[in-house]
T-cell receptor
Framework: AQKITQTQPGMFVQEKEAVTLDCTYD???????LFWYKQPSSGEMIFLIY??????QNATEGRYSLNFQKARKSANLVISASQLGDSAMYFC??????????FGTGTSLTVIP | DAEITQSPRHKITETGRQVTLACHQT?????MFWYRQDLGHGLRLIHY???????NKGEVSDGYSVSRSNTEDLPLTLESAASSQTSVYFC?????????????FGPGTRLLVL
């Protein structure tokens, strides 16, 4: 069975500091994709970053990077130089064979000025 | 620009009524999905479709139905609304091929069942 676990219901970070949001996953599929989405208070879901299971390097997109540890089945999101606008819910998701997406329960990030 | 829209954005209904939430995408994606979002549960899959005339049940499909008569639309019907179906509903679509392809989400529909 496919499963995504986010163990941090809420996180706080000081503005301009880096923060890591945890995500672990469980799948028996050899090929899978891992995604992070941001949901600000306005409610829309915004795609942030993608990591493929066979990608050799960790994904980066601007201030977002993904710390992918395949053996530990973890795909943590690192946000560098936090900004007030980063305050939001963050969801980790996995896409495996079958085209379905599996989501974690989310982490609420609050950036403190 | 391609987009995915949902209507209505807000809906109040009464227990026992039938409700239909619309989802329309112009990405020409074969895959479409309906999720509900509740505090502490993240996004849970209700129904999904991989193409015209194809529909499949997700994790929380009881009390919901969908139909896919064309590529662009996947309406979600609550057959007899219950208070437990008060939630925020998201429609999403994605390319059929490639694990790299993300889902694109609609803006959501807030449903209140009284």
């Amino acid at each position: 069975a496919q499963k995504i676990t986010q163990t941090q219901p809420g996180m706080f970070v000081q503005e301009k500091e880096a923060v890591t949001l945890d995500c672990t996953y469980d799948t028996s599929d050899p090929s899978y994709g891992l995604f992070w989405y941001k949901q600000p208070s306005s409610g829309e879901m915004i795609f942030l970053i993608y990591q493929g299971s066979y990608d050799q390097q960790n994904a980066t997109e601007g201030r977002y990077s993904l710390n992918f540890q395949k053996a530990r089945k973890s795909a943590n999101l690192v946000i560098s130089a936090s900004q007030l606008g980063d305050s939001a819910m963050y969801f980790c998701a996995m896409r495996a064979t079958g085209n379905q997406f599996y989501f974690g329960t989310g982490t609420s990030l609050t950036v403190i000025p | 620009d391609a987009e995915i829209t949902q209507s209505p954005r807000h809906k109040i209904t009464e227990t026992g009524r039938q409700v239909t939430l619309a989802c329309h995408q112009t990405w020409n994606h074969n895959n479409m999905f309906w999720y509900r979002q509740d505090l502490g549960h993240g996004l849970r899959l209700i129904h999904y479709s991989y193409g015209v005339q194809d529909t499949n049940k997700g994790e929380v499909s009881d009390g919901y139905s969908v139909s896919r008569s064309n590529t662009e639309d996947l309406p979600l019907t609550l057959e007899s609304a219950a208070s437990s179906q008060t939630s925020v509903y998201f429609c999403a679509s994605s390319e059929a091929s490639g694990l790299r392809e993300t889902q694109y989400f609609g803006p959501g529909t807030r449903l209140l069942v009284l």
